[in-house]
Structures are given as structure tokens and as C-alpha cells.
């Protein structure tokens, strides 16, 4: 349960609201008895003696309004009068005691839908803020499908219980306390009784209850499965349509609800059990009531209209039992959901400023790598003893077989790993001294794989820069030679893009991504294969892009097609993990080594293509 009161906590910067949920919840269940107690003075006066009820001073108060002193005398209050005169005031009462009702009713559940809401709200956000926070080796052990089935399948049984736990729980809680307080009133030995089943009550709901716990974790883990499978083929549907996959994923996507279909109907066997099972011992319960009370009637030991109220009271005390019932079962589920959620929220992030870090927000000198040995999985190195400098203003590139390690050196400087053994500095102080903002900011990255947002063409090239004049972005477009199929677009500047960029071409995506990093305007630019899936036409225009953007910035590229980095000050030629050979391209070109091989090996095939 400590999961359920940690996500409560979300509730205390809410304190006032919740409060005033509080105070109508227990209004509305003081009122609601109230209105049933009226029922035994409208008993006597429609089914008396027919003698005269008399006025305040001469009404005998018996039974349920004898039990103490105050009850007695609103009694007589009540009861003073001729019977028409006593009627209509007991009509006039219950019209007021249910308008008041319904008021206190109407504030609780208007109150506490938006105490859920306001919860569901900054959980949604705790998890996306953190998730922001969080290293890229958390996403590449976690599957996308399983993060956004905890964002919305989740959080959407949370709310469940979060709205159980005030619109229902809360009210049905003091409910009960209001009805066995008329019970207790009208028969203290008969309440005590019903006690009795308190036991075996709670013995079998907690065993229920456990049950559920475990077979709900299995149901959101299995629902994330086919949240996961359905994310990955709509995001493939080219590759899945391409190779005539779409039988092969309808018979997987099939299998995954068919196996959730299971786990469903297993676990909804002990779900459905619990309300039934309540309400069969409610009904035991109601059973013993109305024997003892029968019997009490007939030995002429308790007036006949309060048995007619003790069954009442009786049977209304089982509908909130009834809730607690149920709420064991969402309870359950939300239980498991909190696992999956808070699992999330405890996750530290590997990469962290540390408690000193430096403000950075130039590059003035130099990145230099001193013995950076680096693997994803401990004891399995990636890179080897990399000793490298790159100084500012410099055009530095990597190539090399895929595999050698090219793409985990640059991935190294923005940290999004740290290394295992050495340092990189950047101007002499090593980067984990600085703040990890400070640090991005002084670099641009492009990549192969372009990545755009659901958004219009200007506020992806300022992605990240609020109020960016439009004029500033359109010369960043310019300058990336993307202004003028911009300007060919239905709305220009303002047309969306499409998701993932999905209505503009290989290179027209990758001229956005130029742009934006032309109009971040980084120290420090970094290429990663940003060429190489483009047709000639659109390489040829990104290559002048990329050579503009490199004007007077110290610059690393990656590339394959080593056609395209001849005019960098230096090349270094990465195999297995280290530097073998390091020049500029007739350098590298006239010596024997890798690097000659790769570019004759490419020669060749572009000959023979």
C-alpha cells in the first residue's frame, strides 16, 4: 500500500480543495442519515394510534429517539402540533435536508474530479519531465511501446483509483461510519454481531486482493507488449509493406491479444469474485438483522417502527460495503500501474550534473580526448585508448568500417554516455566538471536519421528557441538552401510537416535539420552520416549546406562516402575501437593502410556502377 499513499501525495499541494471535499463528503453522509431518521416520525403520524400527537411538552419519544437526551427533544420538536401541522413540517424538513444533500453531493464530486484531474495532471508530467531527465541507455533497454502504455493505460488506471478513492471511497467510508452510528443508536448488541463477519470478511478480500496484485502486473505488462508491437509497425508500415510482412505482424499483433485475452479472463475471475462474495456476506449479515429484530418486535422489546428502520439502514450500509468491495479490485490494478509508474519515477539518471559543475557558454581552445577507453556493456570495450585533440576552427573527420566506433566518439562529447576510463576535455577542464545545458549548448548535431516534429516547418527549425523572429529563420533556411521549396509549400513557413517530418523528402528533411542547427549557431558541429541515405541531387545540396554551415566552427563528420570529406583539415581512420592512421585525405591517400583501401574500394564500385 505504500505505493497507494505515495501517489496521494499528489494531492498535498491541493490541501484547501481537499478539505472542502472533505467537509461536503461528510455533510452529504450526516444529511443522508438525517433524512432516513426522519422516517420514524413519519411513521407515527401517518400509521399512530390515532390519538392526538399532542405538542412539545406532552410527545412520549420512545425507541430510536429515546436513546439520549437530544434526540428526544428534536423529536418533540418534530412531533408538536396537530398531525397535518406535524406532517407538513416533517415534509417541509426532508425537502430541505435533501436540497441540502444534493448541494453537499453536487460540491463533492465537482471537487474532487478536479482533485483527480489536478493529480492525473502532475503525475503525467512528473513522468514526461522525467523521462526528459533520464540517460539514453534507459531508452535503449526500454521499449517505446512500454513507456507510452505507462503515459496513457497507466496513468488512466490511477485515475480510476484516485477517483474511487474520493467520489466513492471517501463518501462511502463516512457513510458507514454515519449508518453504524443510527445502528449502534437503534441496537448496540445487533450491531455488534454483524462484527463478527468483520473477519472472515477481511480474510477473504485480502486474499482476493493479493491475487489480483500479481495478475494485474502480468495485464499491464502484456498490454504494453501489444502497445509496443502496434508503435513499431506503424512506424515501419513502409519496411512491413516492402518485404510482405503484414500476415507475419497480424499473427504476432494476434498472438499478443490473444495472450493478454488470457491473462484477462484468469484474472477476472478473481476480480468478479469480489463483489459478489461481499455482498453474499452483506446479505448474511442483513439476514441476522432482520431475525434478531423480528424477534425483538414480537417480544415487544423494540417499537415496530424502528424494525421497520433497522432494516433500512441495514440494507443502505451494504451499498458502500459493496464499494469497498469493488474498489479492491481497481485498487489492485492501480496497485500494479503505480509499480510500473513509480519504477519510472525512481530510475536515476547515469549521466548527472555534479553538485560544482561550471556554467559553460563558449569554446575557446580545444576537445581532447586523453586514454577514453568505452564499452555499452561493462567489460566489452567499444572504444580503445583514444588520444586525440581537435582544435578550435578545425575540420576534423572519422571514418572507417561501420562498427569501428565513429558515432560512440562524438556521442561521448555532449555526454550522452560517460566514459569507463580517461577524460575528454574541452579547453582544458574535463566536460563532466561542467553543467550538462551549458555544455549542449555549445554543440549542433545533424544525423542520418532526421528527426522533426508534428509541427509547421518555422517552429521546427526553432525547435527549442521560443519568439525566434520569422526573418532569422528564413535566413537559417537560406543558408541550408531550404527557402525555396519552403516558399513552394501550401503555407510556407507555417505548413506542418507531417509526423516525423512524414511529408517532405529524405533531403528536404535533412535541409530542415541543417537549418536548425545554422540557426542554434553552435561552437562546435557535429555530422553524423548526414549525407549518406540522399539521392545525388539532394546530396549535392545538403554538401553545400554543411560546408557553409562549417564556415569558421570546429567541426567532427562522419561519413562513408569518403568523396565528401576530402576538403576536412584532418581525417582519422577508426578500426575496432582505436586510431590507426591519422592526415589529410593525399596523405592518408598515398600511404598504404585503411583508409586507401576504403577509398578504392569505393572508387571501384562507383566506377562499376
Known amino acids: 500500500m505504500k505505493e497507494y499513499w505515495r501517489l496521494l501525495a499528489y494531492l498535498k499541494p491541493y490541501w484547501f480543495r481537499l478539505t472542502l471535499t472533505v467537509f461536503s463528503v461528510v455533510s452529504f453522509s450526516v444529511l443522508d442519515g438525517a433524512s432516513m431518521s426522519l422516517s420514524i416520525p413519519l411513521l407515527k403520524v401517518l400509521f399512530g394510534s390515532g390519538q392526538p400527537v399532542g405538542d412539545a411538552a406532552g410527545a412520549q419519544a420512545e425507541g430510536f429517539f429515546d436513546k439520549f437526551e437530544f434526540l428526544s427533544q428534536i423529536q418533540a420538536r418534530i412531533l408538536a402540533g396537530g398531525p397535518l401541522e406535524v406532517l407538513s413540517r416533517i415534509v417541509f424538513l426532508i425537502i430541505l435536508i435533501f436540497f441540502l444533500k444534493n448541494l453537499f453531493d453536487y460540491l463533492q464530486r465537482f471537487l474532487s474530479r478536479s482533485l483527480e484531474q489536478l493529480a492525473v495532471r502532475d503525475l503525467r508530467n512528473a513522468i514526461f519531465s522525467h523521462l526528459n531527465s533520464l540517460s539514453l541507455s534507459f531508452f535503449h533497454k526500454n521499449k517505446t511501446g512500454q513507456l507510452i502504455s505507462c503515459m496513457s493505460n497507466d496513468v488512466n488506471t490511477v485515475r480510476a483509483v484516485l477517483t474511487d478513492s474520493f467520489s466513492k471511497i471517501l463518501l462511502s467510508g463516512c457513510q458507514i461510519v454515519v449508518y453504524l452510528a443510527l445502528l449502534f443508536v437503534l441496537s448496540w448488541k445487533l450491531t455488534l454481531v454483524a462484527f463478527l463477519m468483520i473477519p472472515p470478511m477481511a480474510w477473504l478480500v485480502t486474499w482476493v486482493a493479493k491475487k489480483l496484485r500479481r495478475k494485474n502486473l502480468w495485464l499491464q505488462t502484456a498490454l504494453g507488449e501489444i502497445t509496443s508491437i502496434f508503435q513499431e509497425v506503424v512506424s515501419g508500415i513502409r519496411v512491413v509493406k516492402a518485404f510482405g510482412m503484414e500476415n507475419f505482424e497480424r499473427a504476432k499483433f494476434r498472438s499478443e491479444t490473444q495472450n493478454y485475452y488470457k491473462q484477462f ?15 453474499t456476506l452483506m446479505t448474511m449479515v442483513g439476514g441476522i438483522f432482520l431475525l434478531y429484530g423480528g424477534h425483538q418486535v414480537l417480544a415487544q422489546q423494540m417499537p415496530a417502527h424502528d424494525f421497520f428502520f433497522f432494516p433500512i439502514v441495514s440494507l443502505r450500509i451494504m451499498s458502500p460495503v459493496k464499494t469497498f468491495g469493488n474498489f479492491n479490485d481497481i485498487l489492485q490494478q492501480g496497485l500494479a500501474s503505480c509499480d510500473r509508474i513509480f519504477r519510472i519515477l525512481d530510475t536515476r539518471p547515469k549521466i548527472s550534473d555534479r553538485p560544482d559543475a561550471l556554467p559553460k557558454t563558449s569554446f575557446e581552445k580545444s576537445i581532447r580526448y586523453e586514454g577514453v577507453t568505452f564499452g555499452y556493456i561493462e567489460g566489452v570495450p567499444v572504444l580503445k585508448d583514444i588520444n586525440l585533440e581537435i582544435k578550435k576552427g578545425e575540420a576534423v573527420a572519422l571514418v572507417g568500417p561501420s562498427g569501428a566506433g565513429k558515432s560512440t566518439m562524438i556521442d561521448l562529447i555532449p555526454r550522452f554516455y560517460d566514459i569507463s576510463q580517461g577524460r575528454i576535455l574541452i579547453d582544458g577542464r574535463d566536460i563532466r566538471d561542467y553543467r550538462i545545458a551549458g555544455l549542449r549548448s555549445l554543440i549542433g548535431i545533424v544525423t542520418q536519421e532526421t528527426i522533426l516534429f508534428t509541427d509547421t516547418v518555422r517552429n521546427n527549425i526553432a525547435s527549442g528557441m521560443k519568439e525566434m523572429p520569422l526573418e532569422q529563420v528564413i535566413k537559417a533556411a537560406k543558408a541550408a538552401n531550404a527557402h525555396e521549396f519552403i516558399q513552394a509549400m501550401d503555407n510556407g513557413y507555417d505548413t506542418v510537416v507531417g509526423e516525423r517530418g512524414t511529408r517532405l523528402s529524405g533531403g528536404q528533411r535533412q535541409r530542415l535539420a541543417i537549418a ?6 553552435p561552437d562546435i558541429l557535429i555530422f553524423d552520416e548526414a549525407t549518406s541515405s540522399l539521392d545525388t541531387e539532394s546530396e549535392l545540396l545538403v554538401q553545400q549546406a554543411i560546408e557553409h554551415l562549417m564556415k569558421n566552427r570546429t567541426s567532427l563528420v562522419i561519413a562513408h562516402r ?19 592512421q591519422t592526415g589529410c585525405h593525399l596523405d592518408l591517400h598515398r600511404r598504404d593502410g585503411l583508409y586507401r583501401r576504403l577509398y578504392e574500394l569505393q572508387f571501384q564500385t562507383t566506377r562499376t556502377t
Open 265 to 279: 479472463i484468469h484474472t477476472n475471475r478473481y476480480a468478479s469474485l469480489s463483489s459478489p462474495l461481499t455482498e
Open 516 to 521: 536548425r542547427a545554422i540557426l542554434k549557431n
Open 562 to 580: 569518403l568523396s565528401t570529406i576530402q576538403h576536412c583539415d584532418r581525417i582519422i581512420v577508426i578500426n575496432e575501437g582505436r586510431i590507426v
